[in-house]
């Protein structure tokens, strides 16, 4: 089925809030057998909303239009009224819903909003797409052999909704099945790693092959008709960037380290220094971490490193806070302070400032310790604070994720 995109909101067009609405469907959609025609943004203003609704429906055509975004309980938000007036439809107030959604409120203490009413509006033609998370329901429409569907612009509540019952009615709906993998990747640029699969990429594979580097690494996306075949080139491919390949189907690199330490039983804690505890938190979004991280330091200033973590004063005055020397004694300071499996530290110049000739913007060092192993590594990653963080993070829990099968 052919789908077309519609976003609304001001936000989105001011450059204040990234689409990520429109990036996530295109992907999901791709999955369940959708072509995505179309993608648009409107502003929340029922004139601009009308106009590309009236553009867009066909009613002789097989298509699905999914709207995201202006269902909330502010004045702006108008494409509840909008659509309903479009597809001719009254609604009436849903006075068991008011009653629920008042209890919700209650629940945290709060009085609910007159303003929510309109959240308890429902068409009287039309479908209600429940909200499992949120207060603003989603609809559905049908005009001749086009499905409007509308669901709130919230990103977890959007995807949630899609998730639970717009994708699986489109996939019965689509006349092809696609069979998907993404292939997560560390380590390695993108310019690399497609040198290093070029020979098997060029072949006659019959699938779609797609590219989605990030600060994280570059995620590859295979998708094909034939199941055998997408199956075959994953192989090849993954055979080809070896250790580069940390996890399959869109998962993180921490539930990669958290689930490897969870198999082998290795207790973990960190030393952070220039990510700020950036680290620690990445591994707590995993469940089943408590299990395997012990906990950290963030041990930002000299002192601290020297007053919390017991590291040699005399190291870091001779080689630096950001050296292979006081890298090497964080490390093994924090896997004794909490008696862990492993010990990890980075120190480096997140920037913009403090860089030397000698020691430039994005320089860090990460340090590994346990019963057997003591060692450093030097990265070096460019200009960014925050981008700096980011990859320091990443780095630091691969090398992590490559040394646990060492221990």
Known sequence: MKVLILSIGNELLSGRTLNTNATWLGRELTSVGCVVKTQIVVPDDKSSIMTILDELIDQDKKECLLLTGGLGPTDDDVTRESLFEFVGSDSKFDSEYWNHLSYRFDKFGMAIPESNRNQALVPLDGDIIDNPIGSARGFKFIMGQTVLISLPGVPSEMKAMARASVLPWLKVRSKQEVHSMT???????????????RIPIQNDHGCEVGYYPSLFGVDIRINSNDNSAKEFLVKEITSLLGDNVFAMDNNKLEDAVVKLALEQNISLSFAESCTGG????????????????????????????????????DSIEKYGAVSEQTAKEMAEKVRLMFSSDIGLSVTGIAGPGGGTDDKPVGLVYIGFSSADK???????????????????????????????DNV
């Open 278 to 313: 950036l680290i620690g938190h990445r591994v707590t979004e995993v469940s089943g971490s408590s299990k395997v991280f012990k906990g950290s330091a963030v041990v930002y200033c000299n002192n601290s490193k020297i007053d919390i973590l017991g590291v040699n004063k």
């Open 183 to 197: 292939i997560c990747t560390t380590g390695i640029p993108e310019s690399a790693l497609i040198e290093k699969i």
């Open 374 to 404: 003591i060692m450093v590594r030097e990265f070096n990653l460019g200009s960014g604070r925050s981008k700096n963080k980011l990859r320091t993070s990443q780095v630091a829990l691969n090398l992590l994720r490559l040394e646990m």
